[in-house]
């Protein structure tokens, strides 16, 4: 599995090596839209954009301009906020 997923691993709590959750987000959105050149070729890239501009999990990379690639200059981390049940 490591070798499919450009270096970009981590170990679950039983100590297995898997895909960091950050490559599953690269690997979807190069997968259903349009990225740049960068990012979609570099998955560190898209990886150190995302940890510098404080992703963490259960955050989105989602873009400003919906028309426009996936790139740094279009794209922002977003938190989700869960809706008030009372």
Avoid at 4 to 26: F, M, Q, S
Avoid at 47 to 59: D, R, S
Wanted: charged fraction near 35%.
């Amino acid at each position: 599995m490591a070798n499919n997923v450009h270096g970009l691993t981590v170990k679950d709590e039983n100590g297995k090596t898997r895909a960091h959750p950050l490559y599953w987000v690269w690997h979807e959105k190069k997968k259903k839209y349009e990225m740049c050149e960068d990012w979609r070729d570099n998955v560190m890239a898209f990886y150190e954009w995302c940890k510098e501009n404080g992703w963490v999990k259960g955050k989105q990379v989602r873009r400003h301009n919906t028309k426009e690639p996936f790139s740094p200059e279009n794209c922002y981390i977003y938190t989700v906020r869960k809706r008030d049940t009372a």
